[in-house]
T-cell receptor
Framework: DADVTQTPRNRITKTGKRIMLECSQT?????MYWYRQDPGLGLRLIYY???????NKGEISDGYSVSRQAQAKFSLSLESAIPNQTALYFC?????????????FGPGTRLTVL | GNSVTQMEGPVTLSEEAFLTINCTYT??????LFWYVQYPGEGLQLLLK?????DKGSNKGFEATYRKETTSFHLEKGSVQVSDSAVYFC????????????FGKGTSLLVTP
């Protein structure tokens, strides 16, 4: 079974709709991240969380919100989706207690906003 | 701020050719450096990493050396295979953003038989 899972894998929605993307991990890592991938732009950081009570904005947080419901779950919400939020979204985890900053990625969610 | 610049693709090579993908970085301090690979339709996988100057990361025939003097972390492979066709991302860990990864824009590699 995958260590980092994302649901849904694909989603098509309309402008103005509220969307939630979910991420779960079984790696026991404390840190979780949400990134967005756009063609030709690489991945950009949306939000990150050190633990349930510690959530931080990344480079492109406008239009997004997050919730860390438990150590293993980190959800990304688009309160009112717009077409330029069409992208591939990745969740990632890392365990800094192991003195390594390697991140482990989920399979991604492809979101299309019409 | 911290940033990563990598050569633009696409790069097209014949099987068994030598591969170099250039990556340079700008950073305060001494971040860890990474190469991630994304195969078609999949998420990102760690290919290799280096955590301090002069470290060499290696995996599956790929290598990259952390060069502080030239602020570079170029990816090399002596003989590429068709199965190496993918998008390669250079990244550094950003201590200002909770060790989130700061990525280059990615380099698409196509290896032809």
């Amino acid at each position: 079974d995958a260590d980092v899972t994302q649901t849904p894998r694909n989603r098509i929605t309309k402008t103005g709709k509220r969307i939630m993307l979910e991420c779960s991990q079984t790696k026991g890592h404390d840190r979780m991240y949400w990134y967005r991938q756009d063609p030709g732009l690489g991945l950009r950081l949306i939000y990150y969380s050190f633990d349930v009570k510690d959530i931080n904005k990344g480079e492109i947080s406008d239009g997004y919100s997050v919730s860390r419901q438990a150590q293993a779950k980190f959800s990304l919400s688009l309160e009112s989706a717009i077409p330029n939020q069409t992208a591939l979204y990745f969740c990632a985890t890392s365990d800094f207690t192991q003195s390594t900053d390697t991140q482990y990625f989920g399979p991604g969610t492809r979101l299309t906003v019409l | 701020g911290n940033s990563v610049t990598q050569m633009e693709g696409p790069v097209t090579l014949s099987e068994e050719a030598f591969l170099t993908i250039n990556c340079t970085y700008t950073a305060t301090g001494y971040p860890s450096l990474f190469w991630y690979v994304q195969y078609p339709g999949e998420g990102l996988q760690l290919l290799l990493k280096a955590t301090k100057a002069d470290d060499k990361g290696s995996n599956k025939g790929f290598e990259a050396t952390y060069r502080k003097e030239t602020t570079s972390f170029h990816l090399e492979k002596g003989s590429v295979q068709v199965s190496d066709s993918a998008v390669y991302f250079c990244a550094l860990s950003d201590t200002d953003s909770g060790y989130a990864l700061n990525f280059g824009k990615g380099t698409s590699l196509l290896v032809t038989p």
